[in-house]
């Protein structure tokens, strides 16, 4: 789900889970291609917000905490 919609895991990804399961509750004879259509139609409508901010973490500088190795 966070590599189609271009984001990284977080908070928002709890709520667009929980949409997602809606939407298999609600579509029980359709699979994972019309879901990840649906997922992206929402994304582009703005259904789930601005993800914006959750695809800059994704790659972005500082997005991961770097372990120093001694």
């Known amino acids: 789900m966070c590599g189609i919609l271009g984001i990284s895991p977080g908070p928002v990804v709890k709520g667009i889970l929980d949409r997602v399961i809606e939407w298999q509750l609600e579509n029980p004879g359709l699979g994972v291609e019309e ?6 139609e929402q994304a582009d409508t703005g259904a789930f917000g601005d993800l914006g901010a959750a695809a800059q973490a994704k790659g972005g500088e500082g997005s991961r905490k ?5």
Not at 35 to 40: D, G, T
């Open 35 to 40: 879901c990840n259509v649906w997922l992206k």
């Open 66 to 70: 770097k372990r120093k190795v001694v």
